[in-house]
């Protein structure tokens, strides 16, 4: 019997789960010489892309409908610790009981986490990246209108004007109004993006940048460019500049790292902490040891890396699990060769823009990439339940074209 253990249930982590079994029956394994255990901290497989929309708390699949018809192995516990060299996994499970699980090969798909801040009040900040950051927003928003009217009661301040921040930013005027129009103070509503950078958007270049600054006018949404936050209370916000905005919200959303699982596999790490990972998705120089998703750096087309994206995790995970059933059944490993880069940035109810190429060329704006972004994040993205046929069938599918 041999143990393929995946440590992570997100995109990365389901995919290699199916991509091995679906290999491993093309090799013609009956399933009985192979054991494929999938380790998570929780229950689902949040659906992280969604988590700046409004009810957060629904963006999630049971993992036991994804993995249960395949014969997947679920186990709901966290990985403390990995001994690449014994070959084993320790972990934690919900009633704190340790557990010991040994691998033959090993995938490492725990995914990235944001870097909080440290500045006085950043306890108090609020986040969008995990399922339960995201729902304790969403709570705070709700609540507002129950409070004493206030300064800044209905501000938003968003730091970081990447991905996240803009499409959080984008998105938060209209959820704003929809709580404040209870009490008859929708035009209260005010949303600030904050951003170190000169610019909007800095790493997303200056292909789809006036698209995106359009949006951002014809929404009211503020900008402090070429700053930080300083300090922060309950009340308010004070920037590097010593400005003090009203703000009964300020999110964070600047700075993402590898899980730092990662550290406890030797190898060549990136700043964000990423495992090197060959073509293959092997951790170079660790045998038995794969890593997938936004725990990896691989090398994709024309010299470029991967991003920490959902656009990537996918394909790593399908291209991850073949190659571990490719190891232990001898079938022909496939370098990883995802489809061409794309991004497709929500922008609220001035619509979203898609581009294509590394440089982001702008392919669609307005509504026709808005219903793009939208079946991307209702439909796409989501894995088949209940259905082991329909998984495999896509687990097997490496490319969209
Ligand atoms: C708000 C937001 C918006 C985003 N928008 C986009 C977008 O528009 N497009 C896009 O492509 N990407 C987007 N992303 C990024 C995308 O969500 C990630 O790149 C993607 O989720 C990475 O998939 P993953 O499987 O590597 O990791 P994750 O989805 O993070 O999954 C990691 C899994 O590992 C588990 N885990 C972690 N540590 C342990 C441990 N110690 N023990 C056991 N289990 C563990 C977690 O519980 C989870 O199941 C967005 C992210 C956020 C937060």
């Known amino acids: 019997m041999k143990d393929v253990l995946i440590i992570g249930g997100g995109f990365a982590g389901v995919w290699s789960a199916a991509g091995v079994v679906r290999a491993a029956r093309e090799a013609g394994s009956a399933g009985d010489e192979l054991r494929v255990t999938l380790v998570s901290g929780g229950d689902d497989m949040v659906i992280r892309p969604r988590l700046y929309e409004n009810a957060p708390e629904g963006m999630r699949v049971a993992l036991d409908r994804v993995l249960g018809p395949i014969g997947v192995r679920r186990i709901s516990a966290t990985v403390t610790g990995i001994d690449t060299e014994a070959h084993t996994a320790r972990a934690v499970g919900r009633d704190g009981e340790q557990l010991d699980l040994a691998y033959d090969k090993l995938v490492l798909a725990t995914g990235s986490q944001l870097v909080r801040p440290d500045f006085p009040g950043s306890q108090d900040v609020f986040d969008v990246d995990s399922l339960s950051a995201a729902a304790a927003l969403d709570h705070h928003l709700r609540r507002l209108a129950d409070r004493d009217p206030c300064l800044g009661q209905y501000t938003a301040v968003v730091v970081g004007a990447g991905f996240t921040g803009l499409e959080l930013a984008t998105a938060l005027g209209e959820r704003l109004r929809a709580i404040a129009d209870g009490k008859g103070t929708a035009d209260d509503v005010r949303v600030v993006l904050v951003d170190r950078a000169d610019v909007v958007g800095p790493e997303l270049g200056p292909g789809p940048r006036p698209t995106i600054d359009d949006a951002l006018d014809e929404l009211k949404i503020e900008r402090r460019l070429g700053r930080t936050v300083a300090a922060a209370t309950r009340r308010d916000v004070t920037l590097s500049d010593g400005e003090v905005i009203p703000a009964a919200t300020v999110v964070w959303t600047a700075g993402m790292a590898a899980s730092p699982l990662t550290a406890q ?56 699990g073949h190659n571990v059933a490719a190891d232990l059944f001898g079938n022909v490993p496939l370098p990883f060769t995802p489809d061409p880069y794309v991004t497709c940035l929500d922008l609220g109810a001035s619509g979203a823009v898609y581009t294509e190429g590394w440089d982001r060329r702008i392919a669609l704006t307005g509504p026709e990439a808005k219903a793009l972004k939208q079946n991307i994040n209702a439909v796409w993205i989501y894995p088949p339940t209940d259905d082991a046929e329909e998984l495999l069938a896509q687990a097997g599918r490496f490319s969209n074209g």
């Open 265 to 320: 596999i030797p190898g060549e790490r990136d700043r964000l902490g990423r495992l090197n990972v060959d073509e293959h998705l092997r951790v170079i120089g660790v045998p038995d040891v794969y890593a997938a998703g936004d725990t990896a750096l691989a090398s994709v087309e024309d010299g470029y890396s991967t991003t920490q994206s959902c656009q990537h995790a996918l394909p790593m995970g399908k291209f991850a």
